[in-house]
């Protein structure tokens, strides 16, 4: 542990620092779809985005610093991030930036892995934690689809920054399918090995 970092306990505070970045970066989702489907301003969206990837890193990096891990904190900020996602994914099929199919595999992953959710709660244990492939392909795509945008600008390296954001892409894709077998292999072990909870 870093001597400026204090050690993580998470707590139920809900009023701190990171949380307040978590709801801003929330609320801040229908101005990023306004943006790009209705006045088609890419640059400010492209901004946009750009702020929610650099407040995302800066909330967790606050919440070490400052001792402000929180409960409400451990849930938020994955949920803004799979929200920014799917915005961002329906958006850009919306403007025909990516296949609809990579859309539909990428949400549709996160909507099979919601399902395996109730068979930790019928047994009394927590959501299994994330996996280290799981951060890697988040931080894939999170940075892929931000190349994806600014590859539709008016800009010399516009095809550049487009070639990459695609390749970021079908990565991120690849691994998020894979951390969904690893996942849903550990929702059947548990249902396997553990007994329901009485309720």
Not at 97 to 118: K, M, Q
């Amino acid at each position: 542990m870093n001597s400026g970092e204090q050690e993580l306990i998470p707590t139920d505070r809900i009023l701190t620092v990171p949380n307040v970045l978590s709801i801003v970066r929330l609320l801040a989702l229908p101005l990023f779809a306004y943006l790009l489907l209705v006045t088609h301003s890419d640059g400010w969206a492209l901004a946009l985005l750009m702020l929610s990837g650099f407040t995302d890193w800066l909330d967790g990096k606050l919440a070490r610093v400052l001792g402000q891990t929180s409960r409400l904190g451990a849930l938020l900020d994955p949920l803004v991030d799979r929200l920014y996602v799917v915005t961002t994914l329906v958006t850009f099929v919306a403007r025909d930036f990516i296949p609809w199919w990579v859309a539909a595999i990428l949400i549709g992953r996160d909507l099979l892995l919601a399902l395996t959710l109730p068979i930790y709660r019928r047994r009394g244990l927590p959501p299994p934690e994330v996996v280290y492939l799981g951060k890697a392909a988040t931080f894939l795509l999170m940075f892929a689809l931000p190349l994806i945008l600014a590859g539709h600008g008016d800009w010399a390296i516009g095809p550049f920054t487009h070639a990459f954001g695609f390749a970021f892409l079908i990565w991120g894709t690849v691994l998020y399918v894979w951390t969904a077998v690893i996942y849903v292999l550990k929702a059947v072990d548990v249902a396997r090995t553990h007994e329901v909870v009485p309720r």
